[in-house]
């Protein structure tokens, strides 16, 4: 048998001393593919096969035909595609590195109930190691283990014979592997699309597809982003009573801290004692029903200080400045307090600080602050403005670390754990759930002491003060099976989009607009979203842009008409720093293509 075929195969060869026997050892190379292809579809999927099971209408025969139409065409198209891309150099390196992406991808969608999709991935790509270190866990070793190590090695040592015309032949299998998966798509059509429709999530379970396409949508929005001008914004910026003292405001935006845990809210637990106490004493209101922009750090964060809103943000063309900008340039003093991993490109044109920087050795334990150190940091924060931009009004950002996870239980001072057992773990699915809730409730009382202090603090600073805190968004807690947060928005759960909003004015800061607090608070039980924030902001300081609008201010219709004034004399404008002068020849060209690029 050997002597009948050997000939004709020996022939094809181009010679004979570089020939391998037709006995040689090892994969067919395209048989190897098949096994990695065979290898991505069934275990490197098994968070899709699980929520497939889960899914209510998956009676046990509907499963099986969807288990073999889908698993089938998966199957095939993982081959086309290997087959396509994958070239004897690259094969093996290739192979670990598909190994390692659904592998990784598959441990914290299993852990945490997340997908990935490109904002989910923007948000892995923006982590810092911080926050690396706290996903950690035994389990990704485990399926680091189990998904690459193993079966990596195997992969690694497998020898494969040298094949004549391979180029042809991978082609071939390309083209037929995709017709195949066509065939079986076209076959299980009506109800695989009606499935993708009612469960939009599944799509983003596919490994490793969900990564690529996630790079892929990310690399091209950010490059298409990045080259365009940053458009300048509130280069009309100006206090409406500039001759009046600007008042002192302390934004705070918070993170992760989600509205149904949060005791001002009606939650059944006590998170917030210390904001009860002052909401007896006045001037507090608490929005009851409030939308963040995004569910993740990436998005909220510039969404809320951004005009656009979040229909307008997430359609961005363009790059704008944003609120700060607008505050700065109408004279004010804006700082920007950080406690977190970074301001997210919204800091980037005014002062801004760490609070490790500002009190150093506190409450940093390894270059990690509790938010006690935002408070800490406010009269640093102050001595850094000048006495004129303070006199014109003053804006505080802090950035808290607020609620972030998995690792709530060190988001608080041992002093304000009210709730124990804590859960102490990163994979929070291994912990019992009274026990991540208990952490995540600690964390918010954290929260709540930082907002009482800073209302303590503006109530000891002379003139008109404020206060406004909302979250960047919520957090699942095991809800749904969903941990973390991140979701993306359309089918996100109420958990990571509802957010707690707090407003504290000062009573002369009341007094100065005329508040009439029955209409605040009938405002304050209404929608509201990350939308409002940029219009409220600007009213609280009285700049006036024609970027705001001034409608969608939370305070809007319940302060006096002296509030609402438009500038009063022109002689406020040279309140302005001198860059608004120069920026003033062209900003009319560039406010009307800005706005073309928005609406
Ligand atoms: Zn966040």
Redesign the pocket.
């Given at each position: 048998m050997a002597g009948l075929s050997t000939g004709p195969v020996h022939a094809m060869l181009p010679t004979r001393s570089s020939a391998a026997p037709l006995t040689a050892p090892g994969w067919h190379p395209l048989a190897l593919l098949a096994v990695l292809a065979a290898w991505l579809a069934s275990v490197g999927n098994l968070p899709l096969w699980l929520s497939l099971g889960r899914l209510p209408e998956m009676t046990a025969p509907h499963l099986v035909t969807t288990l073999v139409l889908l698993g089938g065409a998966l199957f095939l198209m993982l081959l086309a595609t290997l087959a396509l891309l994958v070239w004897p150099r690259w094969r093996k390196p290739v192979g670990v590195l598909l190994l390692v992406t659904v592998a990784v991808s598959s441990h914290f969608m299993l852990s945490y109930g997340i997908v990935v999709d490109p904002t989910m991935l923007d948000n892995v790509l923006h982590t810092d190691t911080r926050e690396v270190r706290d996903l950690l866990s035994p389990t990704l070793g485990v399926a680091l283990l189990l998904g690459v190590a193993l079966p990596g090695w195997w992969w690694w040592r497998q020898p494969v014979r040298p094949v004549a015309r391979l180029l042809p032949r991978q082609a071939g299998l390309a083209v037929l592997a995709l017709l195949a998966a066509l065939v079986l798509l076209w076959l299980g059509f009506q109800d695989l699309a009606s499935l993708m429709r009612n469960h939009k999530d599944l799509r983003y379970r596919v490994n490793p597809y969900n990564t690529v396409y996630a790079l892929a949508r990310q690399a091209h929005g950010s490059v298409n982003l990045a080259r365009q001008p940053l458009q300048p914004m509130g280069e009309d910026a100006m206090r409406t009573h500039g001759a009046v003292p600007g008042p002192l405001l302390v934004l705070v935006v918070g993170?992760?801290t989600r509205a149904a845990n949060f005791g001002l809210g009606g939650y059944a637990r006590d998170t917030t004692p210390q904001l009860k106490a002052l909401m007896g004493e006045g001037g507090m209101t608490y929005f009851s029903d409030v939308r963040s922009c995004g569910t993740?750090?990436e998005t909220?964060?510039p969404c809320l200080f951004s005009h656009l809103g979040r229909e307008g943000y997430m359609a961005r063309t363009q790059r704008h400045e944003n609120l700060l900008d607008a505050l700065q340039r109408a004279g004010m003093g804006v700082m920007w307090v950080e406690n977190?991993s970074g301001c997210k490109g919204v800091c980037d044109r005014v002062p801004h600080a760490d609070a490790s920087e500002l009190v150093p050795g506190t409450v940093c334990d390894g270059g990690e602050c509790q938010d006690t150190a935002l408070l800490q940091a406010l009269p640093a924060a102050l001595q850094r403005l000048t006495p004129e931009q303070r006199a014109r009004g003053t804006v505080l950002v802090l950035h808290q670390m607020?609620s972030?996870g998995p690792a709530y239980y060190k988001r608080t001072p041992a002093a304000l754990k009210a709730f124990t057992p804590e859960c102490t773990s990163a994979a929070l699915q291994d912990c019992p759930r009274e026990q991540v809730v208990n952490a995540y409730d600690n964390s918010v009382r954290a929260t709540d002491d930082l907002l009482a202090g800073v209302v303590r603090w503006l109530r000891s600073q002379p003139g008109a003060t404020g206060l406004l805190y909302v979250s960047?968004?919520g957090e699942s807690l095991g809800e749904k099976g969903l941990y973390l947060?991140g979701m993306p928005y359309a089918f996100a759960p109420d958990e990571q989009t509802r957010v707690p909003m707090l407003m504290w004015l000062s009573p002369t800061l009341r007094q100065a607009m005329a508040l009439d607090e029955g209409c605040l608070r009938a405002r304050a039980g209404r929608p509201a979203s990350h939308d409002n924030w940029f219009p409220t902001v600007l009213d609280l300081a009285q700049v006036h842009t024609r970027w705001s609008t001034p409608g969608a201010s939370l305070l809007a219709g319940c302060t006096g008409p002296a509030w609402q004034g438009r500038p009063a004399s022109p002689q406020d404008a040279s309140a302005a720093p001198e860059a608004d002068v120069r920026l003033a020849g062209f900003v009319d060209e560039r406010r009307a293509q800005a706005l073309d690029g928005v609406r």
């Amino acid at each position: 048998m050997a002597g009948l075929s050997t000939g004709p195969v020996h022939a094809m060869l181009p010679t004979r001393s570089s020939a391998a026997p037709l006995t040689a050892p090892g994969w067919h190379p395209l048989a190897l593919l098949a096994v990695l292809a065979a290898w991505l579809a069934s275990v490197g999927n098994l968070p899709l096969w699980l929520s497939l099971g889960r899914l209510p209408e998956m009676t046990a025969p509907h499963l099986v035909t969807t288990l073999v139409l889908l698993g089938g065409a998966l199957f095939l198209m993982l081959l086309a595609t290997l087959a396509l891309l994958v070239w004897p150099r690259w094969r093996k390196p290739v192979g670990v590195l598909l190994l390692v992406t659904v592998a990784v991808s598959s441990h914290f969608m299993l852990s945490y109930g997340i997908v990935v999709d490109p904002t989910m991935l923007d948000n892995v790509l923006h982590t810092d190691t911080r926050e690396v270190r706290d996903l950690l866990s035994p389990t990704l070793g485990v399926a680091l283990l189990l998904g690459v190590a193993l079966p990596g090695w195997w992969w690694w040592r497998q020898p494969v014979r040298p094949v004549a015309r391979l180029l042809p032949r991978q082609a071939g299998l390309a083209v037929l592997a995709l017709l195949a998966a066509l065939v079986l798509l076209w076959l299980g059509f009506q109800d695989l699309a009606s499935l993708m429709r009612n469960h939009k999530d599944l799509r983003y379970r596919v490994n490793p597809y969900n990564t690529v396409y996630a790079l892929a949508r990310q690399a091209h929005g950010s490059v298409n982003l990045a080259r365009q001008p940053l458009q300048p914004m509130g280069e009309d910026a100006m206090r409406t009573h500039g001759a009046v003292p600007g008042p002192l405001l302390v934004l705070v935006v918070g993170e992760t801290t989600r509205a149904a845990n949060f005791g001002l809210g009606g939650y059944a637990r006590d998170t917030t004692p210390q904001l009860k106490a002052l909401m007896g004493e006045g001037g507090m209101t608490y929005f009851s029903d409030v939308r963040s922009c995004g569910t993740n750090t990436e998005t909220s964060v510039p969404c809320l200080f951004s005009h656009l809103g979040r229909e307008g943000y997430m359609a961005r063309t363009q790059r704008h400045e944003n609120l700060l900008d607008a505050l700065q340039r109408a004279g004010m003093g804006v700082m920007w307090v950080e406690n977190q991993s970074g301001c997210k490109g919204v800091c980037d044109r005014v002062p801004h600080a760490d609070a490790s920087e500002l009190v150093p050795g506190t409450v940093c334990d390894g270059g990690e602050c509790q938010d006690t150190a935002l408070l800490q940091a406010l009269p640093a924060a102050l001595q850094r403005l000048t006495p004129e931009q303070r006199a014109r009004g003053t804006v505080l950002v802090l950035h808290q670390m607020g609620s972030h996870g998995p690792a709530y239980y060190k988001r608080t001072p041992a002093a304000l754990k009210a709730f124990t057992p804590e859960c102490t773990s990163a994979a929070l699915q291994d912990c019992p759930r009274e026990q991540v809730v208990n952490a995540y409730d600690n964390s918010v009382r954290a929260t709540d002491d930082l907002l009482a202090g800073v209302v303590r603090w503006l109530r000891s600073q002379p003139g008109a003060t404020g206060l406004l805190y909302v979250s960047d968004h919520g957090e699942s807690l095991g809800e749904k099976g969903l941990y973390l947060h991140g979701m993306p928005y359309a089918f996100a759960p109420d958990e990571q989009t509802r957010v707690p909003m707090l407003m504290w004015l000062s009573p002369t800061l009341r007094q100065a607009m005329a508040l009439d607090e029955g209409c605040l608070r009938a405002r304050a039980g209404r929608p509201a979203s990350h939308d409002n924030w940029f219009p409220t902001v600007l009213d609280l300081a009285q700049v006036h842009t024609r970027w705001s609008t001034p409608g969608a201010s939370l305070l809007a219709g319940c302060t006096g008409p002296a509030w609402q004034g438009r500038p009063a004399s022109p002689q406020d404008a040279s309140a302005a720093p001198e860059a608004d002068v120069r920026l003033a020849g062209f900003v009319d060209e560039r406010r009307a293509q800005a706005l073309d690029g928005v609406r």
